[in-house]
T-cell receptor, first 115, second 112 residues
Framework: EDKVVQSPLSLVVHEGDTVTLNCSYE??????LLWYKQEKKAPTFLFML????IEKKSGRLSSILDKKELFSILNITATQTGDSAIYLC???????????????FGQGTILTVHP | KAGVTQTPRYLIKTRGQQVTLSCSPI?????VSWYQQTPGQGLQFLFE???????NKGNFPGRFSGRQFSNSRSEMNVSTLELGDSALYLC???????????FGPGTRLTVL
């Protein structure tokens, strides 16, 4: 069964710290890995990764995928209180009809940034 | 472009009732996926519709069903509600040739 595991499950830091969130996956016929940020309601899209070793970057956030070791990391530098949220990673497999529209999510990492 | 919209935002029902939730995808998106989010189980895939056809289904009982209309709007129905159905129900839409799903704000369902 496809599985996505995130660590740590929760993290408390102070503003200005750098954090690294981990996501490992066991997804047969891997196709892509996605990161989302969920604050109050809707998860908002951050990154989609399909190729190993290519870093995606957006402001203070960056992410990279290692397809050989089956994991991804999400880095946030110079954290701010507005970064407090649940960070979710999700795997998408490529198995024909059984893969359509299905993302397999990890449990999420709850990040709390104190001023 | 307007984002994914869901109605209603909140619902309170009692056990045994049924409920219908609605989702309007981003304009031009034809795929709509539904997820259930609970504190214990996280986000779990319910089903996905594309061009009015269900293409994929998660491991949920038959009480959970859905449909999609010709304008890509989708509805999800839960019959004979149970206490355990209390959750945030999220729908997400995606365009062709992309795995990126964009989520709506969700419908918070409480079953008493």
């Amino acid at each position: 069964e496809d599985k996505v595991v995130q660590s740590p499950l929760s993290l408390v830091v102070h503003e200005g710290d750098t954090v690294t969130l981990n996501c490992s996956y066991e997804v047969t016929n891997f196709r892509s890995l996605l990161w989302y940020k969920q604050e109050k309601k809707a998860p908002t899209f951050l990154f989609m990764l399909t190729s190993s070793g290519i870093e995606k970057k957006s402001g203070r956030l960056s992410s990279i995928l290692d397809k050989k070791e089956l994991f991804s990391i999400l880095n946030i530098t110079a954290t701010q209180t507005g970064d407090s949220a649940i960070y979710l990673c999700a795997g998408r497999l490529n198995a024909g009809g059984t893969s359509y529209g299905k993302l397999t999510f990890g449990q999420g990492t709850i990040l709390t940034v104190h001023p | 472009k307007a984002g994914v919209t869901q109605t209603p935002r909140y619902l309170i029902k009692t056990r045994g009732q049924q409920v219908t939730l609605s989702c309007s995808p981003i304009s031009g998106h034809r795929s709509v996926s539904w997820y259930q989010q609970t504190p214990g189980q996280g986000l779990q895939f319910l089903f996905e519709y594309f061009s009015e056809t269900q293409r994929n289904k998660g491991n949920f009982p038959g009480r959970f069903s859905g449909r999609q209309f010709s304008n890509s709007r989708s509805e999800m129905n839960v019959s004979t509600l149970e206490l355990g159905d209390s959750a945030l129900y999220l729908c997400a839409s995606s365009g062709l040739a992309t795995d990126t799903q964009y989520f709506g704000p969700g419908t918070r369902l409480t079953v008493l």
